[in-house]
C-alpha cells in the first residue's frame, strides 16, 4: 500500500468524537487526513515524513499530569513520535480550554523541540473550544479554510512550494490514469506489457537485474510526468498569483554562493543509486589514490598532470604563492651572490606550494558513449573524456582556455564544500568490456540535458577541420 501514503494532514486528539467534526470537515474539502488518538501503540511504526498541517489537542487525556507544562511537553513528545519534525514547513493549529496554554506551548517548543520551528502557530479554541464551535454548526469547512489560508498571506515561497507538491501529485496521478486508459483490458497482461515497452525504451537492450528494470521504467515515466505537469490548469492559485511580482523581481537578485552552488548541484548532476551497477552514458568518475585498477581512471594510468597539459594556472592568484614569488622577484634584482642560497630556498617553496595546490586537483572521466549504443548493447567500446575538478578556493587559478568546458561552481554528490568541474576535449580514451573491467561506482552522473550539451560541445571539437597557418 505505498502507494496511498499522500496525507499531508495529521490531527492528533485523543477524543474521536471530538475530533471527527474536523476530519469531515477536512473530508469536505478534498483534503485526506490521518488521525491519531496520542496513545503509544497507536502511533505510526515511524514519523510520517511530508506532513504540511497538524491539527493538535495540547492537553492530551494519555498524559497523567494535570500540569499544564508537563501535558503540553508530553503532547509535544508524541508530536515527535508521529510526525517527522526535520521538515521546518510545518503549521500547527491547535486548540486549548486554557488561556495561559499558548504561552506554556511557545515555552515547551523552545524546551522540548529546540530544533524545531513551526511555519506557523494557530489557535482555534479560547474559552470556548473549537469543537464545540464545529459540534454547533458555527465553525464550516470554508471557515476553517479561510482561517489557515489568511496565514500564508505573507508566505509566498510555502504557498509556491506546497501548490508545486500538490501539482506534482496531481499530475502523477494523471500519468497514471493515462497508461490505464491506453491499456486493453481483452488482453491479458496488457498494462504490465505496456510498462516493459516503456522500460526497454530507456534501458533497450541490455541485460538489467530487477531493481533496475524499475529504475529504467520511471525514467520512462518522468517525460510523460513532466508533460501533465505543464498541462496543470488550476495552479497557480488566486493566492500565489497575487504575490508572483514579487517572485519576479526577487528572482532578478543574486542568493549566496553557497545557495547558488547547492541548487546548481540539484540542477546538473544526480546521484547514482548504491543499487545501479551498470555504468552508462553520463556517468562520471573521480580519481582517487586509493582507487582500485577496476577504476577506468587507474586503468588509464591517468594523472592530474596529463589533463592540465597546455592549460595555465595562474599560480599568482593564491596568496601564499604569491607571497613567495614577490619575495623571490626582489631577490632576483639584487647583484649580489649571497642570496643564492635564499633564491633556492624561495624556488623550492615555491613549487613546493605549487603542488600543494595541485594536489587539491583531481582528474575526473565522463562516459560520453552515445545513448543508443549503450541501449541496444552494441557499444564494444566506451568513450570517455578527461579532465579534472578542484575546490572553489582555487576558482581564479584557472585560464579559459577555448578546448576546455567549465561548469559553474556547484556542491556535488560525496564532494564537501564547492567544486569546479572542468573538461579538457584534448584527452578522450576508450575502453574495451566496460562491464568486466569497470567495477567502481562513478561519483554521479550528469542530468540529461546538460549530457546533452556537453555531448554536443565535444563532438563540435573532435569535428573542427583545422588548417595550415605559418602565424
Known sequence: MNGLRTSRVVVIDDDLECATPLLLSLAQLGIGAAYFNGEVE????????????????????????IDGDKQIQSTLNILKKTVDLNNQSIGIVFWTRYDEDVA???????????EFQPLFLMNLGGK??????????????TKLRDSVSRLFEKRLSETLLWEWDQA???????????????????????????LGALTVASCGQIDILPIDAVHYLFESLNPIHFDQLENQTQYPSELAEKHTKKLIRLSKTKVKPEQAARLDGMLLVASISSTDKIVQPGDLFIGKPDSSRY???????MGINDVLDRIELKFTKDAEYKKKH???????KKTNTSNRKKLLALTKSMEKR????????????????????FSQNKRPIVRF???????????????????????????????DGIWHLVFNSRFSYGLKNPGRRIRTKPAFRLRRSVFTDVQVWFASRCARPGYMSVS
Open 326 to 332: 614577490e619575495e623571490h622577484k626582489k631577490e632576483l
Open 295 to 301: 577504476c577506468p581512471i587507474n586503468r588509464f594510468e
Open 42 to 65: 497507536q502511533l505510526p511504526l515511524r514519523p510520517l515524513t511530508g506532513i504540511r498541517l497538524v491539527f493538535l489537542d495540547l492537553r492530551l487525556q494519555s498524559s497523567v499530569s
Open 385 to 415: 573524456l578527461g579532465g579534472f575538478i578542484f575546490p572553489d578556493k582555487h576558482r581564479d587559478l584557472l585560464s579559459q582556455p577555448d578546448f576546455i568546458y567549465r561548469f559553474p561552481p556547484c556542491v556535488y554528490p560525496g564532494l
Open 104 to 114: 506554556i506551548l511557545e515555552k515547551q517548543l523552545e524546551l522540548t523541540l529546540p
Open 354 to 373: 605549487k603542488q600543494s595546490i595541485l594536489d587539491e586537483f583531481r582528474p575526473v572521466l565522463l562516459d560520453v558513449s552515445p545513448k543508443c549504443d
Open 128 to 141: 470556548e473550544t473549537s469543537v464545540n464551535q464545529w459540534n454547533k454548526g458555527t465553525f464550516s469547512p
Open 168 to 194: 506534482v501529485h496531481d499530475a502523477a496521478t494523471q500519468t497514471v490514469d493515462v497508461i490505464n486508459n491506453l491499456s486493453d483490458p481483452s488482453v491479458t497482461d496488457n498494462s504490465l506489457q505496456l
